[in-house]
């Protein structure tokens, strides 16, 4: 089973920037991917990045955050940029993924495994 440590949260004005960092080890999953659970929400996945370098987003972050992963080092990287206060929560590496689309937009995503998460707050 994959485990997975995140790095990299903090504190960030409106409009900043902040990349999270993940490290996974004892397995490679195909797909990786970040969720997170923001202010009085459930957690969901927002990004997931496969093998291949095939990404995607949902609504909310499309245009705003950019995923990238390392094969060869086992890791997952999100980069976001013009960060909002609604994007202050918890934020978690994740793996083996299940998407839902519609019409070719990503709807929802799932996924099978999670780290213990690392906290982003924006502040306005």
């Known amino acids: 089973q994959v485990q997975l440590v995140e790095s990299g949260g903090g504190s960030v004005q409106s409009g900043g920037s902040l990349t999270l960092s993940c490290q996974a080890s004892?397995?490679?999953?195909?797909?990786m991917g970040w969720g997170r659970q923001v202010s009085g929400g459930l957690r969901e996945g927002i990004a997931e990045?496969?093998?291949?370098?095939?990404?995607n987003y949902l609504s909310s972050v499309k245009g705003r955050f950019t995923i990238s992963r390392d094969n060869a080092r086992n890791t997952v990287a999100l980069h976001m940029t013009d960060l909002k206060p609604e994007d202050t929560g918890m934020y978690y590496c994740?793996?083996?993924?299940?998407?839902?689309?519609?019409?070719?937009?990503?709807?929802?995503?799932?996924?099978?495994?999670w780290g213990q998460g690392t906290q982003v707050t924006v502040s306005s």
């Open positions: 994740a793996a083996d993924c299940r998407e839902y689309n519609l019409n070719g937009d990503l709807q929802r995503l799932e996924f099978a495994s």
């Open positions: 004892g397995a490679r999953p195909y797909c």
């Open positions: 990045v496969e093998a291949d370098g095939t990404a």
